[in-house]
């Protein structure tokens, strides 16, 4: 079973960048798709961002589409989500999750996704 845990986040100002990363490990850690997900105080956890195999096709949600940046490390059991001008708005706590997807269009769907991390905190300052 794989396990992910992600790393990165604190606190930044509008119109600055943070940078999280996420880890895989455990049995083929490298074999899976990837997203982060969000989730504000007294808000649903939305989608962010997904990379997805084969390819590293990109998904992203409109609301950081041209702030936002994934990537797949050389390794290919992390991934990153770079945060750029970041807004308010942006704060909450992301989530990392893998799962091995059947339908590259369920990318978006918190539901697809077996595994999550715990979440790290993103508070972005005004």
């Known amino acids: 079973q794989v396990q992910v845990v992600e790393s990165g986040g604190g606190l930044g100002q509008a119109g600055g960048s943070l940078r999280l990363s996420c880890e895989a490990s455990?049995?083929?850690?490298?074999?899976?798709?990837m997203g982060w997900f969000r989730q504000a105080p007294g808000k649903e956890r939305e989608f962010v961002a997904a990379i997805i195999r084969p390819g590293d096709d990109i998904y992203f949600a409109d609301s950081v589409k041209g702030r936002f940046t994934i990537s797949r490390g050389n390794a290919k059991n992390t991934i990153y989500l770079q945060l750029n001008n970041l807004k308010p708005e942006d704060t909450a706590v992301y989530y990392c999750?893998?799962?091995?997807?059947?339908?590259?269009?369920?990318?978006?769907?918190?539901?697809?996704?077996?595994?999550w991390g715990q979440g790290t905190q993103v508070t972005v300052s005004s």
């Open positions: 999750a893998a799962t091995i997807l059947v339908d590259r269009s369920d990318a978006t769907r918190a539901s697809k996704y077996k595994v």
């Open positions: 455990g049995r083929s850690s490298t074999n899976y798709d």
